[in-house]
């Protein structure tokens, strides 16, 4: 099992930005798909960004063109750039593999608050 924490979150302007981590407590080289999580208050997790070993991306249509996952191996670490912030990306974000996600195995999350 790898532990995963996720760090970065805050309370930012709308407009603003933010870059969020997550840092595995083993390598991630053998781990093909990496994702970020979100859930707003009252509302259900949703998935809104994936990586795969290769690079690959993808995103939920809602935050496309405005976040960036990436990752880098060396470190051990998945990472969420979120640029030009709305309020109805309030939310507390997770990372997580599609396997403990389905086991619903979370970390504690980071908050992100986009507020004026």
């Known amino acids: 099992q790898v532990q995963l924490v996720e760090s970065g979150g805050g309370l930012v302007q709308p407009g603003g930005s933010l870059r969020l981590s997550c840092a595995a407590s083993?390598?991630?080289?053998?781990?093909?798909?990496m994702r970020w999580y979100r859930q707003a208050p009252g509302k259900q997790r949703e998935l809104i960004a994936t990586?795969?070993?290769?690079?690959?991306?993808t995103y939920v249509d809602s935050v496309k063109g405005r976040f960036t996952i990436s990752r880098d191996s060396a470190k051990n670490t998945v990472y969420l750039q979120m640029n030009s912030l709305r309020p109805e990306d309030t939310a507390v974000y997770y990372c997580n593999t599609p396997f403990w996600a389905s086991q619903d195995s979370w970390g504690q999350g980071t908050q992100v608050t986009v507020s004026s």
């Open positions: 083993r390598s991630i080289s053998t781990i093909n798909i």
């Open positions: 990586i795969t070993s290769g690079g690959y991306t």
